[in-house]
């Protein structure tokens, strides 16, 4: 009977664990999709020497990569294990896009698209997005002299 009431007592204080960790997945999964695009346009504009473009559709919550025939064929290995390269993702309704700044123009509101190069030589677009989902917000932001995403805590 103890073994039974600690088994079940260690089954009760992971039970708070795994629902954090699924409350959180689709705030990753946007975080993820939105770097693995960034870095395969990067990537894409340096090994075919010309610009790639990464299209945000704000309203939609939708990102994807444009940019020529071969922009849908990878030429890299994805950052994530046992996946291709992303080359479009719609978010999570519950993930909202809370800024979306490129050179220093709003797109956080708009209607349209909003476009970020990436360039041949290495560089990029100034871009800053905010997500948030659940009380957690995820900034990410580019380099422009590096082209390269980082990720960090707005709250």
Do not use: W
Not at 76 to 102: H, K, W, Y
Not at 132 to 144: D, F
């Amino acid at each position: 009977m103890m073994v039974v009431a600690i088994i079940g007592l260690l089954m009760a204080t992971g039970v708070p664990a795994i629902l954090s960790v699924t409350r959180e997945a689709p705030m990753r999964k946007a975080v993820n999709d939105v770097m693995d695009i960034c870095s395969l346009a990067r990537a894409q504009a340096i090994l075919h020497g010309q610009t790639r473009i990464v299209v945000f559709h704000p309203r939609l919550r939708q990102v994807a990569l444009s940019g020529g025939a071969d922009a849908s064929g990878p030429t890299r290995p994805s950052t994530r294990v046992s996946q291709t390269p992303m080359n479009s993702a719609e978010f999570d309704p519950s993930v909202m896009i809370e800024g979306l700044g490129i050179n220093n123009f709003d797109y956080t509101d708009s209607d349209g698209e909003a476009y970020v190069r990436f360039f041949a030589n290495g560089t990029s677009d100034e871009m800053t997005l905010v997500l948030s989902s659940g009380g957690e917000y995820r900034k990410i932001t580019l380099e422009v002299t590096t082209a390269l995403a980082s990720v960090g805590n707005v709250r």
